[in-house]
Nanobody
Framework: QVQLQESGPGLVKPSQTLSLTCTVS??????????WSWIRQPPGKGLEWIGY???????NYSPSLKSRTSISRDTSKNQFTLQLRSMTPEDTAVYYC???????????WGQGTQVTVSS
């Protein structure tokens, strides 16, 4: 059974860079045709897709966040990491990592981690 777990700071100051890591167990992030995403949900709003790291190592980002976002991976640890630069209070949200087969819906979700941007 594939399980995902987010880790990282719960509080970030404005202008800082957020770094969150998703550790995947029970499956490999290099398994063909799987895509590993970061998704967030600001308070009172819907889910917002941030970007993905594909099984092949290719990345893709939301146009609205692309200039501030990087997703990398460590295949030896079966982890992928989100970096979101120049954080503002509007980036306060619950951040999720999730995985899906390329033709399907998200099958696997982490429990989510609250990130608050405040001085």
């Amino acid at each position: 059974q594939v399980q995902l777990q987010e880790s990282g700071p719960g509080l970030v100051k404005p202008s800082q860079t957020l770094s969150l890591t998703c550790t995947v167990s029970g499956g490999s992030i290099t398994t063909n045709y799987y895509y590993w995403s970061w998704i967030r949900q600001p308070p009172g709003k819907g889910l917002e897709w941030i970007g993905y790291m594909a099984y092949s190592g290719v990345t893709n980002y939301s146009p609205s966040l692309k200039s501030r976002t990087s997703i990398s991976r460590d295949t030896s640890k079966n982890q992928f990491t989100l970096q979101l630069r120049s954080m503002t209070p509007e980036d306060t949200a619950v951040y999720y990592c999730a995985g899906r087969y390329y033709t399907g819906e998200y099958d696997y979700w982490g429990q989510g981690t609250q990130v608050t941007v405040s001085s």
